[in-house]
């Protein structure tokens, strides 16, 4: 359905509202007279094969239709270091943004770093019972709220042809923001600082996950996401 948002029509589009950039349901008419698209889609499993696979057919579905279509703007969420960092997931953003660069249609590639609402799948999937392992290496979580008013803002401004790097205010040891995290929710886990641990799967170093160059900051603290996110729940 079309709403009507700070004076510009959006349509939200995906599997919910059958929109499927898999199976190509919807997409024609989705795109069909956008001037901008934005593509927040995110892989239902991030199993290397499956994941790879979501983002190549995606981008094959969604972006030849928009050359179509004649969209002005192509707008992505990707991530910061993938081109870095080694991971499964990591190398499925990096076909992703390539799928973009060759497409043809106008674009920019916002690389964020990983979003505070991520903190608890970050602990989850280093945890082995009670123990949190995470290496001390550079942090600089942003929250989605940020990422939202950025993405926004960049969709309305004119295609970079390029990439643009965002992130969080606050940069900190990996390991403390999430033990910071778990104690303000009162999650009982310990986290262990193991410079051996790696970050899904690939190896890490210092600055891995951090952006290196010019970045444009989130407003919003740990500390005041996580007040926000208790007064909501
Ligand atoms: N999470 C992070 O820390 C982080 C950091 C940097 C960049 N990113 C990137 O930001 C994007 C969004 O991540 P997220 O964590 O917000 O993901 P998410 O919460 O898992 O949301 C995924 C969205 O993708 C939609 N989707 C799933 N399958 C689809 C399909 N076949 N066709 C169309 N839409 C589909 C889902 O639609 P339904 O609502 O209908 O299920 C959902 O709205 C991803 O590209 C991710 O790589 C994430």
Same mark, same amino acid.
């Given at each position: 359905?079309?709403?009507?948002?700070?004076?510009?029509?959006?349509?939200?589009?995906?599997? %919910?509202?059958?929109? %499927?950039?898999?199976?190509?349901?919807?997409?024609?008419?989705?795109?069909?007279? *956008?001037?901008?698209?934005?593509?927040?889609?995110?892989?239902?499993? $991030?199993?290397?094969?499956?994941?790879?696979? $979501?983002?190549?057919?995606?981008?094959?579905?969604?972006?030849?239709?928009?050359?179509? *279509?004649?969209?002005?703007?192509?707008?992505?969420?990707?991530?910061?270091?993938?081109?870095?960092?080694? %991971?499964?997931? $990591?190398?499925?953003?990096?076909?992703?943004?390539?799928?973009?660069?060759?497409?043809?249609?106008?674009?920019?590639?916002?690389?964020?770093?990983?979003?505070?609402?991520?903190?608890?799948?970050?602990?989850?999937?280093?945890?082995?019972? %009670?123990?949190?392992?995470?290496?001390?290496?550079? $942090?600089?979580?942003?929250?989605? /709220? /940020?990422?939202?008013?950025?993405?926004?803002?960049? *969709?309305?401004?004119?295609?970079?042809?390029?990439?643009?790097?965002?992130?969080?205010?606050?940069?900190?040891?990996?390991?403390?923001?999430?033990?910071?995290?778990?104690?303000?929710?009162? /999650?009982?886990?310990?986290?262990?600082?193991?410079?051996?641990?790696?970050? @899904?799967?690939?190896?890490?170093?210092?600055?891995?996950?951090?952006?290196?160059?010019?970045?444009?900051?989130?407003?919003?603290?740990? /500390?005041? @996401?996580?007040?926000?996110?208790?007064?909501?729940?």
């Amino acid at each position: 359905m079309l709403r009507r948002l700070h004076g510009h029509e959006v349509l939200a589009a995906s599997p %919910n509202s059958g929109v %499927n950039t898999i199976t190509g349901e919807g997409v024609k008419e989705a795109v069909a007279g *956008a001037q901008v698209v934005i593509d927040l889609a995110n892989s239902p499993s $991030f199993e290397d094969k499956v994941v790879l696979e $979501f983002f190549e057919t995606a981008g094959r579905n969604l972006l030849p239709a928009e050359a179509a *279509a004649g969209v002005r703007h192509h707008v992505a969420l990707s991530i910061v270091a993938i081109d870095r960092t080694d %991971n499964g997931y $990591f190398r499925a953003k990096l076909a992703q943004e390539k799928l973009i660069e060759g497409s043809g249609v106008p674009y920019t590639i916002i690389r964020a770093t990983q979003f505070m609402e991520f903190l608890r799948g970050i602990a989850d999937s280093s945890a082995d019972g %009670n123990t949190v392992k995470l290496p001390p290496i550079l $942090f600089q979580p942003i929250a989605a /709220d /940020d990422v939202a008013a950025i993405v926004a803002d960049v *969709a309305l401004a004119a295609p970079r042809g390029g990439i643009v790097e965002i992130a969080g205010p606050e940069r900190a040891p990996f390991n403390e923001i999430v033990a910071r995290y778990l104690k303000a929710v009162g /999650d009982p886990r310990q986290v262990v600082s193991d410079p051996g641990a790696g970050y @899904w799967g690939g190896r890490v170093e210092e600055r891995s996950l951090v952006p290196l160059g010019e970045v444009r900051l989130g407003h919003i603290g740990l /500390d005041e @996401w996580l007040r926000r996110s208790q007064a909501k729940a």
